[in-house]
């Protein structure tokens, strides 16, 4: 007979014998190799560049328009129509993306971001408290500001790379502060495409659009914060989502938002000439080949160059002019006081003229270039071939062919307390019908600040109705 002591000996042998066993049999099953992972070549863009983005939190009262959407902020409402009650393409109200772009502590952000701010403040990756920050300069036409931090910025500014040369397919990295919590993210995709524009967007939109398209992920809060390419270089400034689609992002390219910028550093605004004419595109064969006079300025650059109607301008400053949206870049780009070449063709004829820009008057800043200004509304003819109207056009379904339609309602304008909105047609000004742009300017002209109200019959959705503006609460100089 075997001895208890003796039988629990051989019990706990056999169990420990079983375990031995069953852990070399799981060490079996799975190979661990514990070298270390092979970095991804975008481990060395987050680490350098990551310590230069910063999240951009902003105060408003709401009397300031807190609690409103800013005219970036319905971009693809109208762009791209989601549902009924959703969000907004960008982030929480108060929180953007911006980064360092100077040694002395200037951020580039958008300008949707701070706009109408009562206070800034930016904090940096690895600091718990944020700093202070003042707007050293803001440029609505582009959508971007500039900031300035008090305090060592203790990061590196970004360097920026050549936009021009970025092609469709490039690697494209965005940083940025999505959902204004969750500082430092990183998304991939690639270049989509270049030179988006003519976009229509509701409640205004930036005057100068050349973006930039991407499909890294970009959310709510990335608003301000740079598109990166594989070496880290800044290719653009993330600005626009669209949140009713997957994979379509656009950013302002990087040697645009360079120019501004640096004008804003050193004047506080962005100088920009004026050529004193109303143009469009010039289509020969279905083709935009220039861009058209439609009015000149009295007294204008234009007018004083020689500029009439219908002169259609192919070459200035050195560039061929593709379309009017060209043409508008260039002027806005031009020394002002220095003469242009500029080659027009009248009638068929190839006339060489030369241009002396001047500065863009502060009032014009808002103006389209194929659009006019009244009562707080950019307008622009209804039958014409400006972009922005067609798609309009088909966002709201409209069919009539006469009167302007409405592109643009400047905050606190007396159009928007009226009620007007982008995308609304004006048919009749008082009694008398609108038929195109002339009649309306022409009409616009005649009633002056001396009319307390102005009648309009709008066409809004299909539907007709009269609007009262009261043009009495117009800003008058002096």
């Known amino acids: 007979m075997i001895k208890t002591p003796t039988l629990r000996l051989l ?55 807190g609690q409103d959407l800013g005219p970036m902020e319905e971009l693809y409402r109208q762009f791209f129509p989601g549902e009924a009650g959703g969000q907004t393409p960008f982030g929480q109200p108060g929180s953007g993306t911006g980064f360092v772009v100077s040694g002395d502590g200037h951020i580039l952000t958008n300008n949707h971001v701070i706009d109408r701010a009562d206070a800034v403040r930016v904090r940096f990756p690895g600091e718990d408290q944020d700093r202070p920050a003042v707007i050293v300069g803001v440029d609505p036409a582009s959508d971007l500001a500039l900031l300035q931090v008090e305090g060592e910025p203790r990061a590196k500014p970004l360097i920026f790379a050549d936009s021009d040369i970025v092609s469709v397919g490039d690697w ?22 270049k030179g ?35 070496s880290g270089r800044v290719i653009g400034v993330n600005t626009a989502i669209n949140s009713a689609g997957q994979g379509i992002g ?32 010039h289509r020969a064969e279905g083709i935009s080949s220039g861009a058209r006079i439609e009015t000149v300025q009295n007294d204008s650059p234009a007018a004083v160059a020689g500029l009439v109607q219908d002169d259609v301008i192919v070459f200035f400053a050195g560039r061929n002019v593709a379309d009017g949206q060209d043409l508008e870049f260039l002027v806005s780009d031009a020394e002002i006081g220095i003469p242009q070449s500029c080659r027009i063709l009248r009638r068929g004829q190839g006339i060489d003229l030369e241009i002396v820009l001047v500065e863009e008057p502060v009032d014009l800043g808002r103006e389209r270039h194929r659009g006019e200004v009244w009562l ?7 039958s014409g071939d400006d972009p922005r109207v067609t798609r309009l056009r088909e966002v709201f379904g409209v069919e009539t062919d006469r009167g302007v339609m409405v592109l643009e309602v400047a905050e606190g304008s007396p159009a928007e307390a009226a009620g007007v909105r982008p995308g609304d047609v004006i048919l009749a000004i008082e009694d008398r019908a609108v038929s195109n742009l002339e009649e309306f300017l022409g009409m616009s002209g005649d009633f002056g600040d001396g009319q307390d109200t102005v009648t309009l019959l709008i066409e809004s959705g299909g539907e007709r109705s009269y609007v009262r503006v009261d043009a009495g609460t117009r800003s008058r100089k002096g």
């Open 11 to 65: 019990w706990l042998t056999t169990v420990g014998l079983m375990a031995c066993m069953a852990s070399a049999w799981a060490t079996d099953l799975v190979e661990v190799d514990t070298r270390p992972v092979p970095e991804s070549p975008f481990v060395s863009v987050a680490r350098d560049a990551g310590h230069s983005v910063v999240s951009v939190r902003v105060e408003r009262s709401i009397t300031r328009g």
């Open 250 to 281: 656009f950013a302002i390219p990087s040697n645009y938002a360079r120019r501004v910028l640096e004008q804003l550093a050193v004047h506080g605004r962005v100088i920009r000439g004026w050529l004193g004419a109303r143009f469009a595109d």
């Open 376 to 382: 707080g509304m950019s307008v622009a003819s209804v």
């Open 172 to 193: 494209a990295i965005a940083v940025g502060n999505p959902f204004g919590n969750l500082a430092g993210s990183l998304t991939v995709g690639v270049v989509s495409a």
């Open 196 to 230: 988006r524009h003519g976009l229509a967007i509701h409640g205004g939109a930036p005057r100068f659009q050349d973006f930039l398209q991407t499909d890294a992920a970009i959310n709510f809060g990335n608003s301000g914060g740079p598109l990166l390419d594989i």
